[in-house]
C-alpha cells in the first residue's frame, strides 16, 4: 500500500500488485536517473533541446522519485478512443509477410518504421517486428516497451545506442553490420546513426505479437509541466521549453536553436 497527494489537504492511498515476487518500485523506470545517465547530445536530439539547455538543466547521475500524478481529465470512453487500436483485418493467416512493401508507420526525415505485428500479420501472436530506416545521423527516439524486449539486428551502418534498467545500471556502445542488441523487457533505451551520410538499416525483434512504445516526449507531454520538472529534478521553465513534437525518427540537427520551432504540449493537460 503506498499513500499520495494530489492535493495540499487531500490524501489518498492505493493498493498495486504485481506479478513478480521481487518487484522494487525504485528498482523501475526513472526518468531523472534515466536522463541523467545518457549522453546530453542524445537527449537535447530526443527532446528538441540544446546540448547547452540539457547541461544546465539536467543534473547528472540523480534519481528522483515521483509518486502517481494528476489522472487525466477524461472519461473512460475517451481514454480508450485515446488509446484504441486499429481493428484486426480479415486476412488468411498466412506465414508469409512482405515487410519491405508495408506502408511505414512512422516515415519523417529522420527515417521511417515499418511494422509487422497481429494487427497486419495476424499468424504472429507471440512475436513482432520492424525494419527501421536511419536518414545519416538521425536518432530513434528515446523509449520504452513495456510490455516485451526488443532485439535488434543491424544490416548496415554504424550506431550507437543506449540501454537504461535502471538508476546504476546503464550500458551504451556502437552496433555495426551483422551485430545484435539487446534491450530488456521494460528498459529505456535509443539508436543513433553515427554516420553523417550514409543511411543505416536495422530489423527490431519483439517478443509480443502487438507492437507497444512509449517515446519520452509522449510521455512527459501528456503531464502538467510541474510534474514533468519534478520527474527530471529541473525547473519548470525547462520542461516547458522541451519540443513534445519532436518525432520518433528524430533527424540530425533537430536540437539546434534554429530549429526547434513550436513546441506543444498535450492542451488538455498544460
Request: glycine share 10%; aromatic share 10%; net charge negative.
Amino acid at each position: 500500500m503506498e499513500s499520495g497527494k494530489e492535493r495540499p489537504a487531500e490524501t489518498w492511498d492505493f493498493g498495486a500488485g504485481y506479478d513478480d515476487g521481487s518487484f522494487e518500485d525504485r528498482e523501475s523506470l526513472s526518468l531523472s536517473a534515466w536522463l541523467s545517465t545518457a549522453p546530453a547530445a542524445v537527449v537535447a536530439q530526443g527532446l528538441g533541446v540544446t546540448k547547452g539547455d540539457i547541461t544546465r538543466h539536467l543534473a547528472r547521475d540523480t534519481f528522483t522519485f515521483l509518486p502517481l500524478g494528476p489522472a487525466p481529465d477524461l472519461s473512460l470512453e475517451e481514454f480508450r478512443a485515446q488509446v484504441g487500436r486499429p481493428p484486426q483485418q480479415p486476412v488468411a493467416l498466412t506465414h508469409r509477410f512482405q515487410l519491405a512493401q508495408v506502408i511505414p508507420e512512422v516515415n519523417t526525415a529522420g527515417g521511417f518504421i515499418s511494422i509487422a505485428q497481429v494487427t497486419n500479420f495476424p499468424v504472429s501472436t507471440e512475436m513482432s517486428g520492424a525494419l527501421v530506416r536511419f536518414a545519416p545521423g538521425a536518432l530513434r527516439q528515446l523509449h520504452w516497451h513495456p510490455g516485451h524486449a526488443e532485439w535488434q539486428y543491424v544490416i548496415n551502418g554504424s550506431l550507437t545506442a543506449g540501454v537504461f534498467m535502471k538508476p546504476g545500471e546503464y550500458e551504451d556502445g556502437f552496433l555495426g553490420p551483422g551485430d545484435a542488441g539487446y534491450a530488456p523487457k521494460g528498459s529505456a533505451h535509443w539508436l543513433l546513426n553515427a554516420s553523417n551520410d550514409t543511411d543505416a538499416y536495422v530489423v527490431l525483434i519483439f517478443d509480443d505479437g502487438t507492437f507497444t512504445n512509449i517515446d519520452l516526449p509522449w510521455f512527459i507531454g501528456n503531464v502538467d509541466p510541474e510534474i514533468t520538472a519534478a520527474s527530471l529534478n529541473t525547473s519548470v521553465a525547462f520542461a516547458k521549453a522541451i519540443n513534445y513534437a519532436v518525432p520518433t525518427m528524430v533527424p540530425a540537427g533537430s536540437c539546434d536553436p534554429g530549429n526547434n520551432g513550436v513546441r506543444p504540449r498535450n492542451t488538455n493537460r498544460d
